[in-house]
């Protein structure tokens, strides 16, 4: 009962840990800096988002620790890529898509009027 009750409480500290691990291995996986940058703006993309659906019915920090520990081992595991490069498309990525959901002009898949 306690353990189960531990990592309940704790769940988004171990989710973080192991989005930190498959971050870093998809980074050592791909060999091309041009597929670094590819994978994290799609990446950064995607976390917009999900930061975007959760702000408003859950608390946000911890998905914001989770995206971080993404970005986080993806920057550890991408050793051919420029650090700098993949920090400023992974933020573009998200504030481009975070924005487009805010200002709709992206639509969830379930909302009304998604599908005419």
């Known amino acids: 009962m306690i353990k189960d009750q531990t990592v309940l409480e704790h769940w988004a500290e171990i989710l973080a840990t192991i989005i930190l691990l498959v971050g870093f291995f ?5 060999r091309s800096p041009f597929l670094h940058y590819i994978v994290i703006t799609l990446s950064g993309l995607l976390c917009g988002r999900v930061l975007y659906d959760k702000h408003k019915t859950q608390p946000i920090f911890p998905f914001v620790m989770i995206v971080t520990g993404f970005f986080l081992g993806f920057m550890l ?6 650090k700098l490069v993949i920090m400023i498309l992974f933020l573009f990525g998200l504030t481009l898509s975070y924005q487009a959901h805010k200002r709709g ?4 898949y379930k909302t009304t009027g998604f599908i005419k």
């Open 26 to 30: 998809i980074a050592l996986l791909i």
């Open 77 to 82: 595991g991408a050793i051919a890529a420029n």
């Open 105 to 108: 002009y992206i639509g969830f």
